[in-house]
């Protein structure tokens, strides 16, 4: 079994359409009925806009821990309020109750607490999800607004999403990661065999597909990079290729400007599917084939 990681240096380079586009690809081919599906991306899921799949399975995600205080037992003396770093007790009408989104849950008020009014209590995060697609089974999640430990549910996604591949002996986990080099992108790599990077030919997009380069070279995961919508500065695309010679990550191909991705965004299908022949279509098929040369060894 392999897994493959799509990033992106920054939001909005086409990573999730790019996986999207992969998905289709790989269910009408031959790795049909040999993928699961997996979106890293908690903090701004959307491949399912594409895929449209049928939810199976939901179950709660809970990823911290928040204090509470007991106001029969509070006799508001106050110390709980000035231990806390965060700012998290608050004081109303003489009595003392703590803000849930300030609270980072260090449990400094549990401890200094002589009448021991305080306790911890398991805070919903977000929630965890198993669906089945038109081109395979998903596993997915959503983090809640203002809520933390999204490398913690990218890496339920990911073990749940393997978990079923090796129980049912399928080929390959394609996963859609989240943007950036944070503890998010982290988790997503943790393991992969393949991580292919999306990038743009801006300034920002070079610097930050560099930084993902640099991530992936520590972590030992070997890198493949796309260039997408490639045809608006073909200067900095050739740029962004010359910089990926340097260090020895090959790119597999250019995809152009296409408002045919557009039209299959407002569609909610692949590009690939929605109209098969536009020109990112028959460029995203080049480095699809390209991508599953290298997973199978033949590249």
Not at 121 to 149: T, V
Request: charged fraction near 20%; include cysteine.
């Amino acid at each position: 079994m392999k897994q493959l990681v799509v990033l992106s240096g920054k939001g909005g380079t086409g990573k999730t359409c790019l996986t999207a586009a992969f998905a289709h690809l790989a269910a009408t081919g031959p790795w049909a009925e040999q993928v699961v599906l997996a979106d890293a991306d908690v903090d701004a899921a959307n491949l399912e806009l594409m895929l449209r799949p049928r939810l199976l399975a939901a179950e709660e995600f809970q990823g911290g821990k928040v204090a509470r205080i007991d106001p029969a037992a509070c006799t508001a003396c106050g110390i709980c309020e000035t231990v806390c770093r965060f700012e998290a007790i608050v004081a109303h009408d003489g009595r003392f109750a703590v803000d849930p989104i300030a609270c980072e849950g260090c449990a400094a008020c549990v401890h200094h607490c002589p009448e021991g009014a305080i306790s911890m209590h398991p805070e919903l995060a977000g929630h965890l999800y198993h669906s089945e697609s038109r081109y395979g089974p998903l596993h997915h999640a959503g983090l809640l607004p203002g809520q933390e430990n999204s490398g913690k549910l990218v890496a339920l996604v990911r073990q749940r999403a393997r978990g079923q591949a090796l129980a049912e002996r399928r080929e390959l986990v394609l996963v859609d990661g989240p943007p950036g080099i944070g503890c998010p992108v982290i988790s997503a790599v943790t393991g992969a065999d393949l991580a292919l990077v999306v990038a743009e030919p801006s300034v920002s997009g070079a610097h930050d597909l560099n930084r993902t380069l640099d991530t992936l070279a520590h972590f030992r995961v070997r890198a493949l990079v796309a260039v997408n919508r490639a045809d608006l500065r073909p200067a900095a695309s050739d740029e962004i290729e010359a910089r990926c010679r340097e260090r020895g990550v090959a790119t597999v191909g250019r995809v152009p400007f296409d408002l045919a991705v557009a039209r299959a965004m407002v569609a909610g299908e692949p590009v690939t599917a929605n109209e098969p022949e536009a020109a990112a279509s028959r460029a995203l098929r080049e480095v699809w084939e390209r991508v599953s040369a290298v997973l199978r060894g033949a590249a």
